[in-house]
């Protein structure tokens, strides 16, 4: 019974492509310019690679600790 009541929730709304997958290209992105940045340049680009890489990271920390348990009703 509460597995039916899960797939509900999960059916209700209808979310869009970019919703979805808009975070994950952006930190993608994010990511392969601070590698790139990184390996070709020296000096600012050192800098700023480590600090796009750290930034991707940390979003991703963030959104693992922000996040609710299965079970956690409002």
Same mark, same amino acid.
Do not use: N
């Given at each position: 019974?509460?597995?039916?009541?899960?797939?509900?929730? $999960?059916?209700?709304?209808?979310?869009? $492509?970019? +919703?979805?997958?808009? +975070?994950?290209? +952006?930190?993608?992105?994010?990511?392969?310019?601070?590698?790139? &940045? +990184?390996?070709?340049?020296?000096?600012?680009?050192?800098?700023?690679?480590?600090?796009?890489? &750290?930034?991707?990271?940390?979003?991703?920390?963030?959104?693992?600790?922000?996040?609710?348990?299965?079970?956690?009703?409002?």
């Amino acid at each position: 019974m509460a597995d039916q009541e899960a797939a509900r929730g $999960l059916m209700r709304g209808s979310f869009s $492509l970019a +919703a979805i997958f808009g +975070a994950p290209l +952006a930190l993608a992105a994010l990511s392969l310019i601070g590698l790139v &940045g +990184a390996l070709l340049a020296d000096g600012l680009w050192d800098g700023l690679g480590a600090g796009l890489l &750290g930034a991707s990271l940390a979003t991703i920390v963030w959104a693992r600790l922000r996040r609710r348990p299965v079970g956690h009703r409002r």
